[in-house]
Each structure stands twice: as structure tokens, then as C-alpha cells.
């Protein structure tokens, strides 16, 4: 009888097994036979599910940002104001409640190898990743708005929120300067301005 293996499953397996790998070698240096090692896989194996070393990358960083927004989930409850689920959501980059140092360096990574090759299927993934935060961040504010914490226009602000936060991001890595206070300053402000008064 033969074994049926649910490919989705076997695939996101491979990527949590390889998630410190990736973060210890980083983008650059990770190559296949490490990730078949990692796994506990043959090499040919891991091209049974994934296309190249870069496929196995989209499926680490999809599974870290649900892993993320788990942790949104854990750490907010009813009590939790929509600014500190923002302030939350955006500790990807502010690193403030989790180290996220490593994640961040292999994220320039991406984003370097994007620029360079002019690659469209990375152009692709990291449009997905976006659209997945912005889901999340649309979210956080639609029921901000309900539940009449903010004012109705803020969800104008959303993809704004999102580009000052890649902007300061990628402003820190050109210039080699901290930019996460003035990230949290910018956000502060913002939620100063769109915060319904009691």
C-alpha cells in the first residue's frame, strides 16, 4: 500500500525545519544540500517540493509571518488598544517585545537579491507579504473604527502606515542609523490624531 503524503504539509515541515538555518546562514549562503540535511531529506527530495532554494525561502518567511501574527493574537485580548496592536504588529522591524535582529538581517537579504536580479517572481512574493500585513493591519483598525476607538477615516491611513515603516527601514540599513524610535514616535502621533477622545 502505498503512503500518501499531504504535500502541503510535508512542504511547510521542510521550511520549520530549516526556519534557524536560514536564519543563522542567512539568504545568500543557505544552498539545497544544507536544507536536505536539515530536513532529514535527500537532496533530490527537496526538489520534490520545492522549485529552487528561494521557494524554500517564501515558504520559511510565510510561515514566520503566521507565526507573527500568532504572537499579535497571544499578546492582545479585549483590553489591548488598537495603537499597542499596531505598536505590535510593527515589532517585526521595532524588535521591542521580540529579537527579531536575525529575521530583519535576512530580510535585507531578500530584499537585496529582489532589487539585484529584477526577479518577478520575488517581486510577487514580497507583494504577498505585504498584502498579508496589510490584511492584518486592516484588521486591527476596522475594529478600532467599530468599536468607535478611531476615527472612521483611519483606515485611509493603512497603506501609509506600511510604507513609513519599510521606508524607516530601509532609511536605516542605507544610512546605517536606528530609526525604530522615530518609527514609534511617528506612530504615536499618528494614533494622537485618529483616537477618538473619551
Not at 529584477?118 to 517581486?123: E, G, I, L, P
Not at 484588521?139 to 519599510?166: P, Q, V
Not at 524607516?168 to 525604530?180: I, R, S
Amino acid at each position: 500500500m502505498a503512503i500518501i503524503v499531504d504535500k502541503k504539509q510535508k512542504r511547510k515541515d521542510i521550511a520549520v525545519a530549516c526556519t534557524d538555518l536560514l536564519l543563522d546562514k542567512g539568504l545568500k549562503n543557505l544552498r539545497i544540500a544544507d536544507i536536505a540535511k536539515t530536513a532529514g531529506i535527500g537532496k533530490g527530495t527537496v526538489y520534490d517540493y520545492f522549485a529552487n532554494k528561494e521557494a524554500v525561502v517564501f515558504e520559511i518567511i510565510r510561515n514566520l509571518i503566521v507565526e507573527h501574527q500568532h504572537d499579535l493574537s497571544e499578546r492582545s485580548d479585549e483590553n489591548t488598544s488598537c495603537r499597542q496592536k499596531v505598536l505590535y504588529l510593527f515589532d517585526f522591524y521595532l524588535c521591542e517585545y521580540k529579537d527579531y535582529s536575525k529575521h530583519l538581517e535576512v530580510y535585507k537579504e531578500y530584499l537585496d537579491a529582489t532589487i539585484a536580479s529584477k526577479n518577478s517572481v520575488m517581486y510577487a512574493f514580497n507583494h504577498e507579504c505585504i498584502g498579508f500585513i496589510q490584511q492584518i493591519l486592516s484588521a486591527i483598525i476596522e475594529d478600532g473604527i467599530t468599536n468607535k476607538e478611531l476615527l472612521s477615516t483611519s483606515s485611509e491611513l493603512i497603506e501609509g502606515m506600511i510604507a513609513t515603516e519599510r521606508g524607516f527601514m530601509m532609511l536605516g540599513w542605507t544610512e546605517n542609523k536606528c530609526y525604530k524610535h522615530k518609527f514609534t514616535h511617528y506612530i504615536n502621533t499618528l494614533f494622537d490624531l485618529i483616537e477618538i477622545k473619551p
